[in-house]
């Protein structure tokens, strides 16, 4: 069982640089085709300083921490039992190319079901601009499949 005393714990936070190729590549991938995350003179005319940065592509952001398994290691967590549980994304400011975000992260609950069979660690994370505005908070949640249980 994962020790539930690591609940509230922080990771040391960590920044990246929002890079406009970088934009327009995720855009692609993503099918997304209107110009405003892909062509800076259309973000421009469409109010925007520089391209926006879609959604989910914070996600990704996220993913560059110096250490993106240090949560799974501090818990002990063997990645050959974890499934991506859910995710989820609530928005308050925009972000757009140039910014530079900074990741805060804090492992925000940790419980179980199922007698233990099934554990969840669900991570939190804000985000903020390079002027200290939240940005964003995203939830993620790991499931952890165990052997023992009912």
Known sequence: MIDKRFIGHT???FSAVVETGRLRFFSKAIGQTDPVYSNEAAARAAGYPALPVPPTFLFCLEMESPDPAAIRNLL???YRTLLHGE????FHAMAYAGDTLTFQQ???DIYDKKGGALEFVERRTSVTNQRDE?????RCVTVIRNATGA
């Open 11 to 13: 990771l040391p936070a």
């Open 76 to 78: 002990g967590m063997d």
């Open 87 to 90: 995710q989820g994304f609530t």
């Open 106 to 108: 804090r492992i925000h």
């Open 134 to 138: 939240l940005v964003a908070e995203l």
